[in-house]
């Protein structure tokens, strides 16, 4: 510990990359995952970010009696190990997105010369949709380990 606020370590974070790539992977490469983003509206797509804070917060600070994040470092106001956590959900997310190129594999219909503003719309849909799982496996595995 620094003081009284608790050491968030880059073994902390290589804990939540494992768990977040884990479970994020199955959601990336899914039809059905792809789907449901084409048929979301906007404001789906964010309330479905707003779930993965939340329960990614939850999952850090609710579920876990010990872990308070008033003591723990923070980065302009925020948790360090919170800030980490969303980077982790998110950006495993998009790594896979971008790895398996799976824009042009499940929005072939509307890939046309490049990325059309509703292939971009859709992929960030489905990127959020993917990080509700991301962020589960992220926090338990930053949790048990």
Known sequence: MVGNKKRFALADSAQQIVGGFLLAGPFVVTEEVWRLAENME???G???VLIVFGVGYGALYKADDE???DREAEVAGIPSRFISLMLVSFGSVAILVLVFDAPETFLSDTYLDGVS???M???LKALSVGSIFSVVGAATADSVF
């Open 42 to 44: 906007t404001w789906q």
């Open 46 to 48: 964010l309330l479905t």
């Open 67 to 69: 872990r308070d994040p």
């Open 117 to 119: 503003r509703q292939t």
């Open 121 to 123: 719309a859709t992929t």
